[in-house]
C-alpha cells in the first residue's frame, strides 16, 4: 500500500495579502498562534475574516489549508479514504489530515453547515491531545508542533438545527469581525477596486442605509465584499447606478419594496 505525499511548499502563501487591521485583531491571534490555541472568527458575510486569516498565515509563514464546508461533507473529506487505482489501494490524507502532518493552518470556512457527525472529528486535535485517528488506516497522527486549527463562524445564520455543540465551542478561542467603521472600509474600497476616494465614501454610505435595514427587511446589509464588486465595475467604466444595481442591490433581495428603498438610497448618494 502507498501513501500519496505532499508538497508543503505547494500551501504557502507567497504574496503579504492586503489587510487593513481593525483593532488589534493582529497581535491577538499571533499571541493565540503562539499557544496554537484554535481559533473561531466571527461575523457577517465578506467582512475580512478569510483575507485576515491568509493575511496572518502569510505573516506567521506557515502553510495554509482552506476547506469549504458543507451538509453533504463527511468525516472522510476531512480525514482521508482509500483510494483504489490500477496499482492497489493507495490512503489518500483529507486536507484536515494534510495540515496536521505538515504544521499548516486548517481553516474551515463555514464549520457550521457541517453535520455534527463530521465536527466531532476535530475534537481531539483542538484539546491538549493534538492528534488525528485514522480509523480506517489504523493510525494516529500526532500534530505538527506548527499546526493551528482555524474556524469561521457566521453568527447571523445560525438556528437551533444547526449550531455548533458546546463540546465544538468551547474548544475555540474566539474573535468577533464585523464591517470595518467608515474610514477604514473607505481605504479598502479604494484600494481593491481602484476607484477614487469620493466614489468608494459614496458606497460605504449607501452600505450604512442598508445594514440599518438588517432584521428589518434584510437578512443582512451590504458587505464589504459587494462595495468591492460595485467599485470593480464602477472604475470600470460603468454607470454608478447599474454598477450599484448590480453589486448591492440584486444579488440582496427580491423583495420589490426592499430594491425600492435600496434603489432610493443609491439616488440619494450616486443620483
Ligand atoms: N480589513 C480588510 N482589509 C482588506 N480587505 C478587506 C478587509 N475587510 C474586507 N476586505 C475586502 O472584503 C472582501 C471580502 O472579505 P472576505 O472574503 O475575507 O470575507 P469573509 O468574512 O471571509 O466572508 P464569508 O463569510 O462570506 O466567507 C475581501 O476580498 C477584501 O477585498
Ligand atoms: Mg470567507
Not at 71 to 95: I, N
Not at 115 to 124: A, E, F, K, L
Not at 138 to 155: M, R, T
Request: aromatic content about 6%; charged content about 25%.
Amino acid at each position: 500500500m502507498s501513501e500519496i505525499k505532499v508538497d508543503p511548499k505547494q500551501y504557502i502563501v507567497k504574496d503579504e495579502p492586503y489587510y487593513e487591521a481593525v483593532n488589534d485583531e493582529i497581535e491577538l491571534y499571533q499571541s493565540a498562534y503562539d499557544v496554537r490555541m484554535p481559533m473561531m472568527i466571527k461575523g457577517p458575510t465578506g467582512c475580512g475574516k478569510s483575507r485576515f486569516v491568509e493575511h496572518m498565515a502569510w505573516k506567521l509563514g506557515k502553510p495554509l489549508i482552506s476547506v469549504a464546508c458543507n451538509e453533504d461533507m463527511t468525516a472522510s473529506d476531512l480525514v482521508g479514504r482509500f483510494l483504489l487505482d490500477k496499482d492497489g489501494t493507495k490512503w489518500q490524507d483529507g486536507p484536515l489530515t494534510t495540515a496536521a502532518r505538515i504544521g499548516a493552518i486548517c481553516y474551515l470556512d463555514e464549520i457550521v453547515e457541517a453535520r455534527q457527525d463530521t465536527t466531532v472529528v476535530i475534537h481531539p486535535l483542538t484539546d491538549h491531545r493534538r492528534e488525528l485517528p485514522l480509523d480506517k488506516k489504523g493510525e494516529l497522527v500526532k500534530a505538527h508542533p506548527d499546526f493551528q486549527l482555524v474556524i469561521s463562524y457566521n453568527p447571523g445564520y445560525q438556528s437551533l438545527m444547526k449550531d455548533l455543540k458546546q463540546s465544538t465551542k468551547q474548544r475555540f478561542g474566539g474573535m468577533d469581525f464585523d464591517y470595518p467603521e467608515t474610514e477604514l472600509e473607505v481605504a479598502i474600497v479604494t484600494k481593491e477596486s481602484g476607484v477614487d476616494q469620493a466614489i468608494a465614501e459614496k458606497l460605504v454610505q449607501i452600505a450604512h442605509r442598508a445594514r440599518n435595514l438588517k432584521g428589518h427587511g434584510l437578512d443582512e446589509g451590504i458587505s464589504t465584499r459587494l462595495l468591492v464588486y460595485a467599485g470593480q465595475l464602477i472604475a470600470k467604466g460603468v454607470a454608478a447606478e447599474a454598477a450599484c444595481s448590480m453589486t448591492m442591490i440584486t444579488p440582496l433581495t427580491d423583495d420589490p419594496d426592499m430594491r425600492d428603498t435600496l434603489n432610493a438610497a443609491v439616488q440619494t448618494f450616486l443620483g
